[in-house]
């Protein structure tokens, strides 16, 4: 069946950014949060990255005004009753993840594609929390995700080939690069992003140089856009901790085990931008 109306569940900072570029691609989207609070933050958030595209000349207002008008948010999971594609984008928790599947499974049709944002968890176990495992797979956006092109398609044992078509349309119709990787922890990107950052805060704490000298380094000896603590920063200091830990739950390879010093700035709150200190103070 062909894509019409999207759900998202979660409205942070990637449902939000999920949610603008289905809304601006032309789809119906139905966007959840926990509470109003918290939906009627992200649902700004989707406004204001809206009209600094028409500050800039990227959106005309009309474009803007009806991509949100194609929005509704709720915090009703019932909501997503009549969605033709459901992409959760909710906290990296497996079981809160495997109760919303759960849950989605009994609300929604027979032909609804159940998908998840995660960046490290395994697929198959999400699905199994239903009874629709063909048509489960994962969408890994990338943040912000209005901006960045790729799209990851996450393949289980259990997906469909009509499933994974339909898919790929639905993110080609995003204006997303699409790449397709197998269930398996860290996908493509995460799987060598992950050792290239522990291996940055490795050489920090071995006194290899500055975390100045590193990223310049790695920006200008091999023209990357920022370096490795710059974007660590970026990412956030807790999600590369808990990729990392999933990582290698799963592999035992000692090249994704967090280090020290990335532990001890976590538990410190230095989490990077986001709280206006990490490896950079932001205040």
Not at 52 to 78: F, H, N, P, S
Not at 107 to 130: F, Q
Not at 265 to 276: E, I, N, Y
């Amino acid at each position: 069946m062909e894509i019409k109306k999207v759900g998202v569940v979660g409205c942070g900072l990637m449902g939000s950014g999920i949610a603008q570029v289905c809304a601006q691609a032309g789809y119906q989207v139905v966007v959840s949060e926990i509470n109003e609070d918290l939906l009627q933050k992200g649902l700004n958030n989707i406004k204001r990255f809206l009209a600094k595209g028409v500050e800039r000349g990227k959106v005309t207002q009309e474009e803007m005004d009806a991509a949100l008008a194609r929005i509704q948010g709720t915090v009703d999971i019932q909501d997503f009753k009549d969605c033709d594609l459901v992409i959760e984008a909710i906290i990296e928790n497996m079981e809160a993840k495997k109760e919303l599947f759960a849950s989605l499974d009994g609300i929604c049709p027979p032909h609804t594609i159940l998908a998840s944002n995660t960046s490290s968890l395994c697929i198959t176990e999400i699905a199994s929390a239903t009874k629709r495992g063909e048509r489960v797979l994962g969408l890994h956006f990338f943040n912000p995700v209005p901006l960045m092109r790729l799209l990851e398609i996450v393949r289980t044992i259990l997906t469909s080939e009509k499933t994974f078509e339909r898919a790929r349309g639905f993110g080609e119709s995003l204006g997303k690069e699409i790449v397709v990787a197998k269930d398996t922890p860290g996908f493509i990107v995460n799987l060598l992003l992950i050792p290239y950052l522990l291996d940055a805060i490795r050489a920090l704490e071995n006194g290899v140089a500055t975390k100045e000298d590193i990223d310049k380094g790695l920006v200008l000896g091999l023209n990357h856009p920022m370096g490795p603590f710059t974007l660590l920063d970026l990412l956030g200091l807790d999600t590369t901790l808990f990729i990392a830990n999933a990582m290698y739950e799963e592999f035992k390879d000692s090249r994704y085990a967090a280090p020290p010093l990335l532990r001890r700035m976590v538990t410190a709150g230095h989490l990077g931008r986001k709280t206006g200190k990490g490896f950079y103070d932001y205040q």
